[in-house]
């Protein structure tokens, strides 16, 4: 397990003054990379050897978004590291402990020449250490009766400031593409998103819109082929 204390600042918030979900996934992030130096994700070691994680879905809860100026506690735990799949789960708690947010990803290891699932190496596994902790038990997002209703769709293109360390758009950046969807956090209960394939700079998406009921569901296709990169279902808190 790793911590870290945080002071939520003007520039992570959204309209509401709480902290968005693009500066939540950051959080996250951030944190799963700090506390790797000595775990079995050290980014080093999976560096030399060839490999990066690539993030297949994150799974989010929300109880409340914290607010600007408010001190809050950023914990990440390693759940499971198996030979080709990693799961983390994080918590974001306010000065009192309690769990305000709270995450699993789950990712894919993936060789950096050929982009595709890949095996550790022995140095890899050597490196194995694991938290016997899980922050959150997720549940697969309920199947929403009724029809869904396309509002509207259009066309984003990818920028190169949305590229990572491995080429390609990083998986935060993703809320980048579909910010103008997804409402503020203190309106979200659940978010669901699943990475399908990578997006790459200056590729041009189809961002599709459709309400459901209680929630709303936001896909990212490529423009020139249709194909499914990215689903994210948004379940709304009840009023």
Same mark, same amino acid.
């Given at each position: 397990?790793?911590?870290?204390?945080?002071?939520?600042?003007?520039?992570?918030?959204?309209?509401?003054?709480?902290?968005?979900?693009?500066?939540?996934?950051?959080?996250?992030?951030?944190?799963?990379?700090?506390?790797?130096?000595?775990?079995?994700?050290?980014?080093?070691?999976?560096?030399?050897?060839?490999?990066?994680?690539?993030?297949?879905?994150?799974?989010?809860?929300?109880?409340?978004?914290?607010?600007?100026?408010?001190?809050?506690?950023?914990?990440?735990?390693? !759940?499971?590291?198996?030979? @080709?799949?990693?799961?983390? #789960?994080?918590?974001?708690?306010?000065? *009192? =402990?309690? /769990?305000?947010? +709270?995450?699993?990803?789950?990712?894919?290891?993936?060789?950096?020449?050929?982009?595709?699932?890949?095996?550790?190496?022995?140095?890899?596994?050597?490196?194995?250490?694991?938290?016997?902790?899980?922050?959150?038990?997720?549940?697969?997002?309920?199947?929403?009766?009724?029809?869904? !209703?396309?509002?509207?769709? @259009?066309?984003?293109?990818? #920028?190169?400031?949305?590229?990572?360390? *491995? =080429?390609? /758009?990083?998986? +935060?950046?993703?809320?980048?593409?579909?910010?103008?969807?997804?409402?503020?956090?203190?309106?979200?209960?659940?978010?669901?998103?699943?990475?399908?394939?990578?997006?790459?700079?200056?590729?041009?998406?189809?961002?599709?819109?459709?309400?459901?009921?209680?929630?709303?569901?936001?896909?990212?296709?490529?423009?020139?082929?249709?194909?499914?990169?990215?689903?994210?279902?948004?379940?709304?808190?009840?009023?």
């Amino acid at each position: 397990m790793y911590s870290e204390v945080r002071k939520v600042r003007f520039s992570e918030c959204d309209r509401e003054g709480r902290l968005s979900l693009l500066s939540l996934l950051n959080y996250f992030q951030d944190i799963a990379e700090s506390g790797c130096g000595s775990s079995a994700l050290n980014m080093d070691i999976i560096r030399k050897a060839g490999r990066f994680y690539a993030v297949a879905s994150w799974e989010i809860a929300v109880e409340r978004s914290p607010s600007e100026g408010e001190t809050v506690t950023v914990l990440a735990y390693l !759940n499971a590291d198996k030979n @080709r799949l990693a799961v983390m #789960s994080f918590e974001l708690r306010n000065e *009192n =402990g309690d /769990v305000l947010c +709270a995450a699993v990803c789950n990712m894919v290891l993936c060789s950096t020449e050929t982009g595709r699932a890949a095996a550790k190496t022995s140095e890899m596994r050597r490196a194995s250490e694991l938290d016997a902790y899980s922050a959150l038990q997720v549940t697969q997002p309920e199947r929403r009766s009724g029809k869904e !209703n396309f509002c509207h769709s @259009r066309y984003v293109c990818a #920028s190169d400031s949305m590229t990572d360390l *491995n =080429g390609h /758009v990083n998986n +935060a950046k993703y809320v980048h593409l579909i910010g103008d969807e997804v409402p503020p956090v203190s309106h979200l209960s659940k978010v669901y998103m699943h990475y399908h394939k990578p997006v790459f700079p200056r590729e041009k998406l189809d961002v599709t819109v459709c309400e459901n009921k209680g929630g709303r569901t936001i896909r990212i296709l490529s423009a020139d082929t249709g194909d499914l990169i990215f689903t994210a279902d948004i379940v709304f808190k009840l009023n």
